[in-house]
């Protein structure tokens, strides 16, 4: 059983360019967040996907955008990349039924390391 | 806004010492309270939970404590071992108990 897979592991852009990352949720899991893990840090929340819609953002700027697919795969973009957009983005899955198990029990991926230069 | 504070930031044990790693949070409605391990490189894993209805959960060498009143949380590892040796975060759910908000990290270093 796959758990969360993320791609590409590593990448490399300059100031103004644009990303996309990808992930794949753990088999079963139909919801989709993304954080942002900058050196040292703890993973900050982005937003979250479910029903291929934004469900919750959390403070990041409008560059930041995403998608979900009918097969609760996600990407993540990032326009107009700043050197301080330089981290590990980090993918997490989990069931949309948490709320009533009460938790929001999340699966990460192993990331996608960004550097901005 | 909704805040974690973690404590220590660095942490330094013996092989066969205990752990502990303090948090607290801001959120009066946080309602979910995970534990995740970080090894470098590797992705956060899950190594225990707590929910606010219960005050402390076990699972071998590794225990949490929550004390709602106070919106602190603790993570305890008895008899530490070097591979114990990792990032650890704790979080707590957001108000709509959809994101977590994370502390800064403890870096656990166990020495043989």
């Known amino acids: 059983d796959a758990g969360v897979t993320q791609s590409p592991t590593h990448l490399i852009k300059t100031r103004g360019q644009q990303v996309t990352l990808r992930c794949s949720p753990k088999?079963?899991?139909?919801?989709v967040s993304w954080y942002q893990q900058a050196l040292g840090q703890g993973p900050q929340f982005i937003f979250q996907?479910?029903?291929?819609?934004?469900?919750q953002r959390g403070n990041f700027p409008d560059r930041f955008s995403g998608h979900q697919f009918p097969n609760y795969s996600s990407e993540l973009n990032v326009n107009a990349l700043l050197l301080g957009d330089s981290a590990l983005y980090l993918c997490?899955?989990?069931?949309?039924?948490?709320?009533?198990?009460?938790?929001?029990?999340?699966?990460f991926g192993a990331g996608s390391r960004l550097t901005v230069l | 806004g909704e805040n974690v504070e973690q404590h220590p930031s660095t942490l330094s044990v013996q092989e066969g010492d205990s752990a502990v790693i303090k948090c607290t949070y801001s959120?009066?409605?946080?309602?979910?309270f995970p534990w995740y391990k970080q090894e470098l490189g590797k992705r956060p894993q899950l190594i225990i939970d707590?929910?606010?209805?219960?005050g402390e959960k076990k699972d071998q060498r590794i225990a949490v404590t929550l004390n709602k009143t106070a919106k602190h949380f603790s993570l305890h590892i008895t008899e530490t071992q070097p591979e114990d040796s990792a990032v650890y975060f704790c979080?707590?759910?957001?108000?709509?108990?959809?994101?977590?908000?994370f502390g800064k990290g403890t870096t656990l270093s166990v020495s043989s």
């Open positions: 979080a707590a759910s957001d108000q709509a108990g959809t994101a977590l908000i």
């Open positions: 959120d009066s409605a946080s309602n979910y």
């Open positions: 088999s079963g899991h139909d919801t």
């Open positions: 997490a899955s989990s069931l949309s039924n948490w709320r009533s198990s009460g938790a929001n029990v999340l699966t």
């Open positions: 707590i929910r606010s209805n219960v």
């Open positions: 996907y479910y029903e291929e819609e934004e469900r």
